[in-house]
Structures are given as C-alpha cells and as structure tokens.
C-alpha cells in the first residue's frame, strides 16, 4: 500500500520491518512472489528492488516459488506460507488481506487470523 496501488514500493517493506525492529521484535519474516525479484515490466511497476535483495540477504525476507510453463507464470498462493508461518511460530500476521478463504480452510486458522491479524496503514513514509 506504500506505493499507492500505482506501483510495488520495495521501500514500503523496508518502512514496515524497520517499524518493527525498532520496537524490539527481531523474528521478522517477509513474504514476497518471487516474480518480484525479475525485471520490471511497464505495467507492473517496482521501486528500490534491491531492498528485496537486501532484506534476503538478512534472512528477513522470503521469496515464494514461481515458475514458467508454456510463456506462463504459475505461482503459488503465497497467503498459505503466510498463514501457516505465523500459526506454527505463534506470531502475528502483518497485512491488509482478511483471509476469508484460508479462515473457511482450516478451523484453527480461523481463530488465529480473528485474533492475530494486523492491519496496517501508510501516511507517506510514516508506517
């Protein structure tokens, strides 16, 4: 949300983990597709890619697998890894996605996501 639905703004990440840290937490993990990591196309626009890498490098972001078959991109359902990392390490869930589907999944995921979902906001560069 950091780049306004116009572009995937990398430094939104960045901003989000930062706030975090600051704040003692340091068992941080970041989903990202990995089609993220490849170049750019017109209209699907990223920012600072290279915070990407950075974060990775940090082993506070993972990229989620994708793969090309026949000139088409398949990927995984990334909200999955997402869900089941945070339930499994008893954590919180970062994110504006309300999960509905994932609730209706798994009975335990449901009560997880009710009560360890939290939802953020941008002012700017302020998270």
Same mark, same amino acid.
């Given at each position: 949300s950091h780049g306004n639905k116009e572009v995937f703004s990398c430094r939104g990440i960045l901003l989000a983990v930062q706030w975090f840290w600051d704040r003692g937490h340091k068992d941080?993990?970041?989903f990202v597709p990995s089609?993220?990591?490849e170049q750019p196309r017109p209209d699907v626009l990223i920012t600072d890619q290279y915070i990407l890498r950075?974060?990775?490098k940090k082993k506070i972001l993972v990229f989620t697998p994708s793969r090309r078959? $026949? $000139?088409k991109r398949i990927v995984c359902y990334d909200d999955r890894f997402i869900v089941k990392l945070a339930h499994?390490?008893?954590g919180i869930v970062v994110s504006n996605d309300t999960?509905?589907?994932l609730q209706n999944e798994r009975p335990e995921w449901k009560k997880f996501i009710e009560e360890r979902l939290l939802m953020y906001s941008f002012v700017n560069d302020k998270y």
């Open positions: 941080i993990t970041v089609w993220r990591k950075d974060l990775e078959v $026949g $000139g499994e390490s008893d999960y509905r589907d």
